[in-house]
């Protein structure tokens, strides 16, 4: 009997250090907007726009919208045109996209639709490579498609070729997701860098700078409001993303303490 339990037991732990949470971005809980100017970054889900002229990117607007699953959406999220210039390539997203941190294998589902007729393709990519795509022809009915991605722990980018309407995203094993130094689109004069030990923050434009400091695992280290040139140190070697947040902008800069 004790033998049993104790396999029963084994297997509990063995079950529960398998799991992985799961994350929705389920958009018609989202308050309906116009669209997204600047970079920015909610419930971990980081919002890139396209060019200046374009202010509709990330426009949360009433849309129904059923799903095979029996999901029923009433807003859309839309990305109104391509991750991509047309002199660029799909591999890289450069513009109207969006992305998280999964701290490793993750299990993403995207529920969504065509944004006008014609062969339209979704991409699920790393930034600099495309991991899984998937094209389709048809925008009056929605699509569900899952793709389990295995590997080490990176930004998921999400994007098409051209305009895609958005409803549901699921992923498991979600991180804190910061926004990279090209993701902001806004010139920023702030900026971190690391002598030692120690971060600096320096050329702040703007009073009350916050500045939240992240580990390579997407751990919170260091937080603060700084109002001049400042520095503190860090006792752990490695890579950590400094995020610099004022009313000149936001950036994000990568730092190594050695």
């Not at 029963?8 to 250090?17: E, I, K, M, Q």
């Not at 919002?47 to 095979?68: C, L, Q, R």
């Not at 699920?124 to 009056?140: C, D, P, R």
């Not at 997407?218 to 109002?227: E, H, P, R």
Request: net charge positive; aromatic share 10%; glycine share 10%.
């Amino acid at each position: 009997m004790k033998k049993t339990l104790l396999l029963l037991a084994f297997s509990v732990v063995a079950t529960v250090s398998n799991f992985k949470a799961q994350t929705t971005w389920d958009f018609s809980s989202w308050d309906v907007v116009s669209g997204v100017t600047t970079s920015t970054v909610k419930n971990n889900l980081a919002m890139v726009p396209g060019p200046e002229t374009v202010v509709n990117f990330g426009a949360v607007e009433a849309n129904t919208a059923n799903f095979s699953d029996g999901y029923a959406a009433s807003k859309r999220f839309k990305l109104n045109g391509g991750g991509f210039t047309s002199t660029g390539v799909n591999t890289t997203p450069t513009q109207r996209y969006i992305y998280f941190k999964t701290n490793g294998n993750s299990s993403i589902t995207i529920w969504y639709k065509n944004g006008g007729g014609g062969d339209r393709t979704l991409y699920i990519g790393t930034g600099t490579a495309v991991l899984t795509s998937k094209t389709y022809s048809n925008s009056s009915d929605g699509i569900i498609y899952t793709y389990d991605y295995v590997g080490p722990a990176r930004d998921i980018y999400i994007y098409g070729d051209q305009s895609l309407n958005l409803y549901k995203i699921t992923a498991t094993n979600v991180g804190t997701t910061v926004l990279g130094v090209n993701d902001v689109k806004k010139n920023m004069k702030a900026t971190a860098y690391s002598i030692g030990n120690k971060i600096h923050v320096s050329n702040l434009e703007a009073k009350n700078t916050e500045v939240n400091v992240y580990s390579a695992t997407g751990s919170l280290v260091k937080t603060a409001k700084v109002s001049a040139d400042t520095n503190f140190e860090v006792n752990t070697k490695g890579v950590y993303i400094v995020n610099l947040k004022s009313e000149a902008g936001v950036k994000s800069v990568k730092v190594l303490i050695q």
